[in-house]
């Protein structure tokens, strides 16, 4: 067990006890405040905006609202405020996004935490602004957000973004990092607070991704930023060396067909052009679905079968091998603060989903631009089973930051890892 500092991981711990005691039904449920329960999020008007948004400042507040915070079956004291604000696109033109903002029950310094869920969704239902009200019956949504609740038991305020949109662009890079930083600016407009505020950021799997890439696009996106560190887990760094190793498994490969329809949407891909009947069907079922819906939906489901003559893979199709090499991790810039960066390993490649040797260079990579970094990779341990041991280092990784403790690395022990060099783009 870590230590948390300043006595808040025994606090965290106490909260996460009682959220799962009271999910449980072991105790008695927490008045709320009172809050309006918003509609489903695709009947939602708060989630459209149709003005031109061009002149518009990234991370400007369009409107907010109050919203609960709360469990399925159960609601809470905490204050919670939804924020649709601006922010901008893959092809760096402005959209907007929404965000959760969460305050602490007891008050004290401020100390921000964007807390990137992974949500890993195609459909809004499981966008976190929904799911946080307590419409949810995904284990992992209720896990992440009894996290979250430890946090705010430890003093923190908590900033929680659907990164992925409004169009739900699962694992697109750099719109999920604007949309995180947009996510923390709104966050401090709306709480009344300076840029001077101490921020950090943390997520695993799907989370990893605004995180890694937000780290990465602070430095010229939003240099105004206190940021001073970042946690992420399980991280997809070079999704063309992922595709070949869920391909044909029992547990993953449902997220084939996932990607295919988040890259259609945020690149626009023809792919009538390529899929095969099978594909087309695949990519029609899984469009409105959450990761749990769809991730072992399809078991031994191979790459090769999503498409038709003459492409034998994804890959194949320049477009979409184009689409894959803009969000290879690593490439939008050099973080200036702390990273931990984590995976697990429970066979050669890695934790069943995430390759460990990616993570591993994208460190490496980051060490030799002189950025601190904490490289751990959880031997044993699958993709689900290292949320844990990761949730646990962050803590104490983003407790050690907000108190100023200078950042260890162990950057000379990592290895080169992977080559993350871009796929080669096919002829036509």
């Known amino acids: 067990m870590v230590a948390f500092g300043s006595g808040a991981l025994p606090r965290m711990i106490r909260a996460l006890v009682t959220a799962a005691l009271l999910l449980s039904g072991s105790t008695a449920a927490i008045p709320a405040a009172v809050q309006a329960d918003p509609p489903p999020a695709a009947a939602d008007s708060f989630y459209d905006y149709d003005r031109?948004?061009?002149?518009?400042?990234?991370?400007?507040?369009?409107?907010?609202?109050?919203?609960?915070?709360a469990f399925p079956k159960l609601s809470t004291p905490i204050t919670s405020t939804q924020v649709l604000y601006r922010t901008t696109n893959q092809q760096n033109g402005p959209t907007a996004a929404v965000t959760t903002v969460l305050r602490p029950l007891v008050p004290g310094p401020t100390r921000l935490l964007s807390y990137h869920m992974a949500y890993d969704a195609l459909g809004s239902q499981c966008n976190p602004s929904s799911t946080l009200t307590g419409r949810t019956d995904s284990p992992g949504a209720i896990m992440e957000q009894a996290i979250i609740a430890g946090y705010l038991a430890a003093g923190f305020t908590v900033?929680?973004?659907?990164?992925?949109?409004?169009?739900?662009?699962?694992?697109?890079?750099?719109?999920?990092?604007?949309?995180?930083?947009?996510?923390?600016?709104a966050a401090e407009q709306i709480l009344g607070l300076p840029a001077s505020t101490p921020v950090a950021m943390t997520g695993y799997s799907g989370g990893s991704v605004?995180?890694?890439?937000?780290?990465?696009?602070?430095?010229?996106?939003?240099?105004?930023?206190?940021?001073?560190?970042?946690?992420?887990?399980?991280?997809?760094?070079?999704?063309?060396?992922?595709?070949?190793?869920v391909s044909g498994s029992a547990n993953w490969a449902g997220v084939i067909p996932a990607m295919v329809v988040s890259f259609r949407r945020a690149y626009g891909l023809d792919t009538a052009a390529f899929l095969s009947e099978r594909g087309a069907q695949l990519t029609a079922a899984v469009e409105s679905l959450c990761l749990g819906?769809?991730?072992?939906?399809?078991?031994?489901?191979?790459?090769?079968?999503?498409?038709?003559?003459?492409?034998?893979?994804?890959?194949?199709v320049p477009a979409a091998a184009a689409a894959v090499n803009d969000n290879i991790m690593g490439t939008a810039g050099t973080?200036?603060?702390?990273?931990?960066?984590?995976?697990?390993?429970?066979?050669?490649?890695?934790?069943?989903?995430?390759?460990?040797?990616?993570?591993?260079?994208?460190?490496?990579?980051h060490c030799g631009r002189g950025v601190p970094v904490t490289y751990a990779r959880y031997q044993h341990h699958d993709h689900i089973a290292a949320f844990a041991r990761f949730q646990a280092e962050a803590?104490?990784?983003?407790?050690?930051?907000?108190?100023?403790?200078?950042?260890?690395?162990?950057?000379?022990?990592?290895?080169?890892?992977?080559?993350?060099?871009?796929?080669p783009i096919p002829a036509g």
């Open 159 to 185: 900033v929680v973004p659907d990164y992925e949109g409004l169009d739900l662009e699962w694992t697109v890079g750099r719109q999920s990092g604007y949309a995180a930083l947009d996510g923390i600016r």
């Open 52 to 69: 031109p948004l061009t002149t518009t400042a990234p991370g400007a507040v369009l409107r907010s609202r109050p919203a609960p915070f």
């Open 395 to 423: 803590a104490q990784f983003l407790a050690d930051r907000f108190a100023g403790t200078p950042p260890t690395t162990n950057c000379a022990s990592i290895g080169p890892g992977n080559s993350l060099a871009p796929v």
């Open 210 to 245: 605004p995180t890694e890439w937000g780290a990465e696009l602070a430095p010229h996106y939003a240099p105004e930023l206190a940021l001073i560190g970042a946690a992420a887990g399980g991280l997809p760094v070079h999704l063309a060396h992922n595709l070949p190793y």
């Open 293 to 316: 819906q769809f991730a072992k939906r399809y078991p031994g489901l191979t790459d090769a079968e999503m498409v038709r003559a003459p492409y034998h893979s994804l890959l194949d």
């Open 335 to 365: 973080p200036t603060v702390p990273l931990l960066l984590a995976v697990g390993q429970n066979d050669p490649i890695g934790d069943s989903v995430m390759v460990a040797r990616d993570i591993e260079a994208l460190a490496h990579q």
